[in-house]
């Protein structure tokens, strides 16, 4: 065409020659699914929208040049029509010609309207020649949809972080209309395309349409039931409740609103389903009861549970698996079914048992995991003897432990109980007061667990040995007359020596509870979401807080809106699984009146419980009392680690605390993470109030914190130590037996069959199992501590030094776990199982591997 007009072509070479164009390369993602033909009809028809002119058109927003001047002129994507997109859905790549003249100053953003009939995720464009700057580069990042659904062109902007106040004047409007358009009206059922981040309560988890049984108490916004916000969807109302949000069906649990960019990328969604579907037997139990030898509810012994792991299950006719195939289809379901299809569920050796299988059971592994497990981040120092209690005894009466000197003096050492006190020798893991207003309605269901106290020693060696375990039910004849306990001491031999297990056991199980759903999905998972929420609202792109906190947010939303739907849901997986059942959420509710912002430093945490001291010499800030605290050490040095790089950073923006004081965004952003986010905390003394440098530094250390480490440290362990459901049962089915009874016979005859009676049962294994094995995986798009997705995050240059200073840093670190793990004079860096405490350690590779931190809570 250009031959037939040479003056047409010479005009564009003349611009082209005079420094009137800018070429650039835009790098976008095309919508890629399952190749359904949807699919690949739309992409049919977006070529023909191509020839129609109906194209993907970008315009220049200068940051330099005047105010009042218009966007350049209008530039199409070029070649989408020629331009093959690989069938995996990779990156594409095109060119595009702007007309540009040096007078019209430096691009300082760009719009994009995309008029094609289906959406692409627009990762980068980047300029080249551009007159008086060389090369602008735009991370964008985000989900394109068609302009009908959107009221004006997406914006994107340089990579350059801008203060509020520093804004160059022409980005200023669009700086504050994209902040706008993200907050949305508040109101309205929120579609795919929608870009809307706003609050609601957790009034989504029951289904009383159902029935009576599947009514949960709504969760936030009452002080009965205090909650953190979650993401808002604005489906309608259940029918039979106004106050209760309608449930999608479970087909389309998947499709849970989250706004796109939130969305997992294809690469993760892929692998989550294919993991996901090894726990699709959660609705097909009464089938699954036909895998199961001689007693279908139970394991006959500890060999027994070893299969799961080094056998499989094995169907013994086919029936089954064309059951399985008539509901779901054969594609789905291969993942599941391993090798030659006969072994059904035979899931990777957890760690905890693959140098030894019996050494979970001895006392210095059980109090060893207290320090160095799934989750350390509970036990205290025992400051007073007897242990007291804080519930009210008008209620529940005297609620004081019953371990006396008699059950420990012996044991200590040759200290007295004042001494070890004083000494730091006397430590505790109480699920006390937690649990005792919940024993009697728990106890009426099919479970059957106490509250549990458990006094430890710290010995010569740094290692810690239990001395004693209270179990405590109510009074039987009403909670107001205290409890009703009973203590157990160490025993190896006899039936004295099984029902010591059984009482690490029921510790276990209180722990397991208390771990999943306090500190694993309460304090990480959803106290970290409104902060995302009001990162969005209320921080520009451009500002360089939003910047600093954006890695640690990624899939954070995603895989809470799954939860909801599927997880932590009336009837959902942790009910199925954990031992509080139906009142799991709401005991979470009751705990998180105790959730204070700034505990959750590390620091802060590790004196509130007593295992540290403020120690103005250590790098750290603070002192350990248990020397070989491996969870504590290694955090400390990460969380010194996060601390610098914040600190850094923010100090390149932030000259005087006068800054933070007058930062309108930041401002606005705290304003909004205490009355809407933590709306439930708003008028709590201890927030941070933001009018300081080093309130902004230690708040977002603290939000790095919680959304790497911390999460790390409480997830990633779940199936390595957690996958052998004897180490870590996650239910107890029946109390201690009686003497005289058939139960009390078999535990003196069969301890190891009356423990695994005792606990989780066989269905029930599986399904923990399946659900901790998927939790437990890094995938294989994770984007680790001190690593980002894309080089260019920032266009500041000191910005990008001082993160490789970081990265440098946590490498530095990980050597130092790794010697110290191979250190014998750590024991509890080891332990009788020989598995080395790697949680804390900030890399990893794909998959199961006990280690790595990832930016943000992405599973």
């Not at 952003?669 to 003394?685: A, F, I, N, S, T």
Request: proline residues 6%; aromatic residues 10%.
């Amino acid at each position: 065409m250009d031959n037939q007009n040479p003056s047409k072509k010479s005009k564009h070479e003349d611009e082209e020659k005079n420094g009137n164009m800018i070429k650039g390369v835009v790098i976008l993602k095309k919508k890629q699914k399952l190749l359904e033909l949807k699919d690949i009809a739309a992409s049919v028809v977006d070529r023909i929208d191509e020839m129609m002119g109906k194209k993907v058109v970008l315009q220049l927003i200068s940051s330099t040049a005047a105010v009042d001047q218009q966007p350049g002129k209008k530039a199409n994507l070029e070649g989408w029509i020629t331009q093959m997109t690989p069938l995996s859905g990779g990156d594409a790549t095109y060119n595009v010609t702007f007309e540009w003249s040096e007078e019209m100053g430096v691009p300082g953003a760009f719009t994009v309207a995309n008029y094609h009939h289906t959406e692409f995720y627009l990762k980068t464009l980047t300029l080249e020649d551009v007159p008086g700057n060389g090369r602008v580069h735009f991370e964008c990042n985000s989900w394109v949809y068609p302009a009908e659904h959107y009221e004006k062109d997406r914006i994107f902007f340089a990579n350059q972080a801008y203060l509020p106040s520093q804004t160059p004047a022409p980005l200023r409007s669009y700086r504050e209309e994209e902040l706008e358009s993200l907050r949305g009206n508040g109101s309205g059922k929120r579609e795919e395309w929608d870009r809307v981040y706003d609050y609601d309560i957790y009034n989504d988890l029951g289904d009383p349409d159902k029935g009576p049984d599947h009514v949960r108490p709504i969760l936030g916004g009452s002080t009965e039931y205090p909650y953190p916000r979650r993401g808002r969807t604005g489906r309608p109302m259940a029918s039979s409740d106004p106050n209760t949000e309608s449930r999608l069906p479970l087909y389309q649990s998947l499709n849970i609103y989250v706004p796109k960019d939130e969305r997992f990328s294809q690469m993760k969604m892929s692998d989550f389903v294919a993991y996901a579907l090894k726990s699709i037997f959660q609705f097909l139990a009464p089938e699954f009861e036909a895998l199961f030898d001689k007693t279908p509810s139970e394991f006959d012994s500890f060999e027994d549970v070893l299969q799961l792991y080094e056998g499989g299950i094995k169907a013994s006719n086919t029936s089954l698996l064309e059951k399985i195939r008539e509901r779901i289809p054969y594609e789905m379901i291969k993942e599941l079914l391993r090798s030659d299809g006969e072994k059904a569920f035979k899931f990777p050796l957890p760690q905890v048992i693959k140098e030894d299988k019996t050494a979970w059971r001895t006392d210095e592994e059980f109090a060893r995991e207290m320090l160095a497990g799934i989750n350390p981040v509970v036990i205290c120092r025992l400051q007073e003897f007897p242990p007291a209690s804080k519930l009210d005894p008008e209620l529940y009466g005297n609620q004081s432990s019953t371990i006396s000197e008699q059950h420990i003096i012996n044991s200590l050492d040759g200290l007295t109980i004042r001494e070890a006190i004083q000494n730091n020798k006397l430590y505790i893991l109480d699920h006390h007061d937690s649990l005792m207003p919940y024993l009697r309605r728990i106890n009426t269901t099919a479970i059957k667990i106490y509250a549990t106290r458990t006094i430890l020693f710290l010995k010569k060696d740094g290692t810690l040995k239990p001395l004693a375990i209270e179990l405590s039910l109510p009074h039987p004849e009403g909670d107001h007359l205290g409890a009703v306990s009973r203590v157990c001491t160490p025993a190896e031999d006899g039936v004295e020596g099984s029902i010591w297990q059984l009482a690490k056991a029921y510790v276990a199980v209180n722990d397991s509870g208390y771990h999943q759903l306090i500190c694993h999905w309460l304090n990480t998972h959803a106290a970290i979401e409104p902060f995302i929420i009001a990162t969005h609202r209320q921080l520009s792109v451009l500002h360089p807080i939003h910047k600093l906190l954006q890695s640690h947010f990624r899939d954070t939303m995603n895989i809470n809106a799954l939860a909801r739907q599927t997880l932590i849901n009336a009837g959902g997986f942790l009910e199925m699984t954990v031992f509080p059942g139906r009142y799991s959420m709401e005991w979470s509710s009751t705990l998180y009146k105790n959730w204070v912002f700034p505990d959750q430093a590390l620091p802060a945490d590790l004196i509130k419980r007593g295992v540290a001291v403020e120690d103005s010499i250590s790098p750290h800030g603070v002192r350990l009392l248990i020397e070989d605290y491996p969870y504590a050490v290694d955090g400390l040095e990460i969380w010194t680690s996060i601390k610098t790089w914040v600190e850094n950073y923010c100090n390149l923006y932030y000259k005087n605390d006068e800054m933070v004081q007058t930062d309108i965004e930041l401002q606005s952003w705290w304003k909004e993470v205490r009355e809407k986010g933590h709306g439930d905390k708003k008028d709590e003394p201890w927030w941070p109030k933001m009018q300081t440098l080093k309130d902004l530094i230690h708040s977002c250390t603290i939000i790095i914190w919680v959304a790497s480490a911390l999460h790390a440290a409480v997830n990633f362990g779940q199936y390595p130590y957690g996958g052998y459901l004897p180490n870590r049962p996650a239910t107890s089915r029946r109390f201690i037996p009686e003497i005289g009874t058939p139960e009390y016979e078999e535990l003196t005859s069969n301890p190891e069959k009356a423990f695994l009676k005792t606990i989780t049962s066989q269905l029930q294994s599986v399904l923990g199992i399946s659900l901790v094995e998927i939790l437990s995986r890094h995938s294989s798009d994770e984007i680790f501590l001190g690593q980002r997705d894309s080089p260019e995050w920032t266009a500041d240059e000191e910005a990008i030094k001082a993160f490789e200073m970081f990265g440098e840093r946590l490498t530095e670190i990980e050597k130092k776990i790794i010697e110290m793990n191979d250190d014998g004079r750590w024991k509890n860096r080891y332990g009788p199982v020989k598995m080395p405490y790697t949680l804390l350690c900030p890399s990893s590779g794909v998959g199961l591997t006990g280690r790595g931190i990832p930016n943000s809570v992405s599973m």
